[in-house]
């Protein structure tokens, strides 16, 4: 199905069935901005459960925080981020992005005082940050409304409403953007509601049985 056919209604209907199973998600587990921030970059190809370890040494070592990640040595950051896997090429990455927003703006706050699609624009320059987690950052920590593409939102799409597999990113990301209010909350919530159907109904292999969309899906009901 080509996502411009689909309505407010049907993504409303969707998020709805999804919340009166799930209830309100209250994301980004994260305290601050700057760990909503280093978790947003260290969450690239694994788990959160790997993200949390990694997080809780950053705490221990006193570089929770973009200055701080900035001042550190890169052995010192390698060693707390272990957990999160491909940590060398992470902590390369997380030092020289901590480093470049320190240089250009002085603080995380100050370089998301930009306004958008700019901030989102000078995110997506820097090396190592892709749409999603861009848009994550955006969402999560600087509390801008954009839409979150995942590989969840990509599939349980496919599926309940029949948009291509292969839908791009921006594509996808309009047609929810386009047609449902630019509101933080409802953002920040429908994201996350995906991501706990997706982990808990529609993997790769579907719980269609007592899945709280199933009513509405194609996948489910095509026989
Ligand atoms: S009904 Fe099945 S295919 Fe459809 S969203 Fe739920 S788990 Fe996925």
Redesign the pocket.
């Known amino acids: 199905m080509n996502p411009s056919k689909l309505t407010r209604k049907d993504l409303m209907a969707l998020y709805g069935s999804m919340r009166s199973r799930f209830g309100f998600l209250d994301w980004w587990p994260g305290d601050s901005a700057d760990e909503v921030f280093i978790g947003a970059i260290l969450t690239q190809n694994t788990s959160w459960k790997n993200v949390e370890k990694a997080i809780a040494n950053l705490s221990d070592y006193g570089l929770l925080g973009v200055s701080q990640i900035a001042d550190a040595s890169l052995s010192r950051i390698e060693k707390a981020i272990r957990p999160s896997g491909y940590y060398k090429q992470k902590a390369l990455r997380l030092k020289s992005i901590c480093s470049g927003i320190m240089h250009n703006y002085g603080s995380l706050g100050s370089l998301f005082s930009i306004k958008m699609p700019k901030l989102r624009e000078t995110l997506l320059s820097m090396n190592g940050i892709g749409p999603e987690t861009a848009d994550s950052i955006i969402l999560y920590a600087a509390e801008k409304p954009t839409f979150v593409i995942d590989a969840y939102t990509r599939r349980?799409m496919n599926?309940?409403f029949g948009t291509s597999p292969e839908i791009g990113y921006e594509s996808l990301k309009l047609c929810f953007e386009s047609k449902l209010k630019r509101d933080i909350t409802l953002f920040n919530d429908y994201h996350a509601q995906f991501v706990e159907?997706g982990k808990n109904?529609?993997r790769s292999r579907?719980?269609?049985n007592g899945?709280p969309?199933?009513s509405m899906?194609r996948?489910?009901n095509s026989g």
């Open positions: 349980i599926r309940v159907l109904y529609c579907p719980i269609c899945c969309v199933n899906c996948y489910a």
